[in-house]
C-alpha cells in the first residue's frame, strides 16, 4: 500500500511541476515578446533607413513613411509583427500584475496599441506619382490610437504596479514616461505632425524621440521585470 501512495505522490509532484512550468512559460514569453518587440522594431527600421538614405530623411519623415516607396512591405511587416508582440505583452503583462479593481484597464490600453500598429500596416502610407507621400485613409487613425493607447496605458498600469510589491520600484518610472509620451502625444499633434506646423520639418525626429527614448525604454523594463516575476515562481 505504501509503495502505491508514493507513486501517486510521485505522479502528483510530477504533474504539479509540469503545470508550474506551463505558468512560468505563461509570463515569460509575453516578457520576451515585450522585450523583442520594440529591438526588432528599431532595428529593422533603422536598417530601413541606412538603405534607403539618398531617398528618406529620417529627421523630416516619420517612420510610417517607410511604407510607402520601394520595398515599403518591409516596414508594413514590421508593423505587423511588433503589433503582435505588444498584444502578447499586454496579456502577459495583465496576467503578471496583482489583480485589483479597474486594474484590466492600463494592459488593455497597451493592447489597444498593439492593434494601432497592426492598422498601421493595414493602412499604408503611399507615393503619388509626383513622389509625395500621403495618406490614402486610415493611417492617421492607427497613429492616433497608438501613441495615445501607449502613453496612457503607461499612466494608467503606474497605478497598478505601484500596489504590487514585486513590481513598486517601476512605478514613478511608468507614470512618468506615460506623462511625457501624453504631452509629447499633444505637442506633436500641434506643433509637428501637420503640414503646416512650425515644427513640421522634424516630425521624424519628434516621433523617434518619443518612441525610442520615452516609450521603448518603458515597456522593456515592464517587460524584464515581468520575466523576473516568471522566473520568481519557479
Do not use: K
Request: hydrophobic share 50%; proline share 5%; net charge positive.
Amino acid at each position: 500500500m505504501s509503495a502505491v501512495q508514493d507513486a501517486h505522490t510521485r505522479n502528483q509532484e510530477s504533474a504539479g511541476g509540469r503545470l508550474h512550468e506551463r505558468s512560468d512559460w505563461s509570463l515569460s514569453l509575453p516578457a520576451w515578446a515585450g522585450i523583442i518587440g520594440p529591438v526588432l522594431f528599431t532595428a529593422t527600421f533603422l536598417a530601413q533607413e541606412a538603405f534607403r538614405r539618398s531617398e528618406y530623411d529620417a529627421l523630416a519623415e516619420p517612420v510610417s513613411a517607410l511604407e510607402a516607396g520601394p520595398n515599403g512591405w518591409i516596414q508594413q511587416v514590421n508593423f505587423v509583427v511588433f503589433g503582435v508582440l505588444t498584444i502578447v505583452f499586454a496579456l502577459g503583462l495583465h496576467r503578471g500584475l496583482r489583480p485589483s479593481r479597474a486594474g484590466v484597464a492600463g494592459p488593455a490600453l497597451l493592447f489597444l496599441s498593439g492593434v494601432g500598429s497592426l492598422l498601421a500596416a493595414i493602412f499604408p502610407l503611399r507615393q503619388d506619382a509626383a513622389g509625395v507621400t500621403y495618406d490614402p485613409g486610415g493611417h492617421i487613425v492607427a497613429g492616433f490610437m497608438f501613441f495615445l493607447t501607449s502613453a496612457v496605458g503607461l499612466i494608467v498600469v503606474s497605478r497598478r504596479v505601484a500596489h504590487d510589491p514585486r513590481w513598486q520600484s517601476l512605478a514613478t518610472y511608468s507614470l512618468a514616461a506615460g506623462i511625457v509620451a501624453f504631452v509629447g502625444f499633444l505637442v506633436g499633434g500641434g506643433l509637428v505632425m501637420p503640414d503646416d506646423a512650425p515644427l513640421h520639418d522634424w516630425a521624424g525626429l519628434y516621433q523617434r524621440v518619443l518612441v525610442v527614448a520615452v516609450l521603448f525604454p518603458c515597456r522593456i523594463l515592464l517587460s524584464i521585470r515581468l520575466l523576473r516575476v516568471a522566473t520568481g515562481r519557479r
